[in-house]
């Protein structure tokens, strides 16, 4: 049996129960309990609010836990990184009014920064030899410069979107984070095997995201080339079909190179092309 400790709600929630469910492991969150158990893997889940979950992991509350990296780099306590997990991707900016004229870091000297995340932004102003004063606020930083409390704030940023609707421009990224599998350093070898099973489900799951299933017919007279267009994992499978001189390809594309890879078939003739999702791939 392992622990992994996850967010109980909020934006990391529903991506962590989610990676869980493709990984083939069953919880039953529906009770909302505190501690729930999975009945077809040997793994519990510990709910509980993102801020604690570093602290938990660290002192082997959990084994194991899902959050921010900008939370594992705040806290600072010692967890190893396992691994990326490829969701809740953000940065931690400063932002200033936009109506004021920028020149580079210099520029918060003096100022007030209001900003959740102080170690961050304290080691950043250090490296930068910045002398500024940090407000530490939990909740609704943006607002911090029109309430007169900051000049600036150091606060997450996704789509930029928040910043915009409060008079604000993104002025330096000096953080980027995404949610992270993390762990204690500390498993017995049953603990460690649970782990390596689902580090194998993980990388299976996450390496089928970013890619595409792609079927066609294609003249048996452009196979030669397609191959070329389509380095697949060994090499692609073609079939033969009933009409003459045809045949049926598939392959695995980067969802990145797609369109390009469609434009490039459809010039030697591919046609009746399907792309569709892929659920693993086990390499
Ligand atoms: O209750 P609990 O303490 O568990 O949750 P929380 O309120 O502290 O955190 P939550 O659920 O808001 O975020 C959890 C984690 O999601 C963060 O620690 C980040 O790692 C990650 N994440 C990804 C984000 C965002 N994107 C994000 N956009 N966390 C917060 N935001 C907020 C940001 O604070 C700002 O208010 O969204 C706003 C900016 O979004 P844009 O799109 O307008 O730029
Ligand atoms: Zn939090």
Redesign the pocket.
């Known amino acids: 049996m392992i622990r992994i400790a996850i967010?109980?709600?909020?934006?990391?929630?529903e991506e962590s129960t989610a990676l869980l469910g493709e990984i083939g492991i069953n919880v039953d969150d529906s009770k909302r309990k505190f501690l729930s158990r999975s009945d077809n893997f040997p793994l519990e889940v510990l709910y509980?609010?993102?801020?604690?979950?570093p602290q938990v992991v660290a002192n082997g509350t959990a084994a194991l836990g899902i959050?921010?990296?900008?939370?594992v780099e705040e806290k600072g306590f010692k967890v190893d990184i396992v691994k990326k997990l490829g969701f809740?991707?953000?940065r931690i900016s400063l932002a200033i009014p936009k109506s004021e004229e920028y020149d580079g870091p210099a520029y918060f000297n003096g100022k007030r920064i209001a900003t959740?995340y102080p170690a961050i932004l304290r080691r950043y102003l250090d490296k930068e030899g910045i002398k500024a004063e940090i407000e530490v606020i939990?909740?609704?930083?943006?607002i911090a410069p029109s309430a007169g409390i900051a000049d600036a704030i150091f606060?997450?940023?996704?789509?930029?979107?928040?910043?915009?609707?409060n008079g604000l421009k993104e002025v330096e990224k000096v953080f980027f984070?995404?949610?992270v599998l993390i762990s204690s350093g500390k498993l017995s070898a049953g603990e460690q095997a649970i782990l390596d099973e689902m580090l194998f489900r993980i990388e299976s799951a996450l390496g089928s995201r970013k890619k595409k299933y792609l079927l066609m017919n294609l003249p048996q007279a452009s196979v030669e080339q397609a191959v070329k267009i389509l380095p697949a994992m060994r090499s692609p499978t073609i079939m033969p079909l009933a009409a003459e001189g045809w045949c049926s390809m598939h392959s695995v594309v980067d969802e990145k190179d797609l369109w390009e890879k469609i434009r490039q078939l459809k010039e030697i003739g591919a046609e009746g092309i399907l792309v569709l999702n892929l659920d693993k791939i086990i390499p």
């Open positions: 967010q109980s709600k909020g934006r990391l929630n509980l609010r993102d801020d604690d979950i959050v921010g990296l900008n939370e809740g991707g953000c959740s939990t909740g609704s930083v943006e606060d997450i940023v996704s789509s930029g979107g928040t910043l915009v609707s984070s995404e949610a």
